[in-house]
């Protein structure tokens, strides 16, 4: 059964804590209810997990779930920069900025509900 929009913002909701701050399909996960670095990934592990579904394997991570290009990712690390010396290295060493896509829940629910209809296909897909 296919979960639906409702389902996935009382999961959010209950995961984050979240009671009186309205939560919709275009809800962003980091910039407006906080989900970042790990806490996002734990978020994902424990949706997909709830929902009885897989968004990551081992050889593509969630490139192919979420449309992610090379060098882009969910979420922010929680690491701490303060005057930018990792940025700079990178930098120097030709190392692009990884850009970070927010996720908003309704592409979440898109994601959850497309891997239930593949679910048990084994369909695989190109790495990004």
């Known amino acids: 059964m296919e979960p639906t929009l409702s389902q996935v913002i009382d999961f959010?909701?209950?995961?984050?804590?979240h009671r009186r701050i309205p939560i919709h399909e275009h809800s962003w996960l980091e910039a407006d209810l906080?989900?970042?670095?790990?806490?996002?990934?734990?978020?994902l592990e424990e949706i997909a997990?709830?929902?009885?579904?897989?968004?990551y394997t081992e050889e593509?991570?969630?490139?192919?779930?979420?449309?992610?290009g090379e060098n882009q990712y969910l979420f922010?690390?929680?690491?701490?920069?303060?005057?930018g010396i990792f940025r700079f290295i990178n930098w120097?060493?030709?190392i692009p900025e990884p850009v970070v896509r927010d996720l908003p829940v309704g592409q979440l629910h898109r994601a959850l509900v497309e891997a239930t209809r593949h679910k048990g296909k084994g369909s695989k897909n190109a790495a990004c």
């Open 12 to 17: 959010i909701r209950e995961f984050t804590g």
């Open 34 to 43: 906080g989900v970042t670095g790990d806490e996002g990934v734990d978020l």
């Open 49 to 55: 997990q709830a929902f009885d579904v897989q968004l």
């Open 76 to 83: 922010h690390g929680e690491g701490l920069d303060l005057f």
């Open 60 to 68: 593509e991570g969630y490139c192919n779930t979420f449309s992610l």
């Open 92 to 94: 120097l060493r030709g």
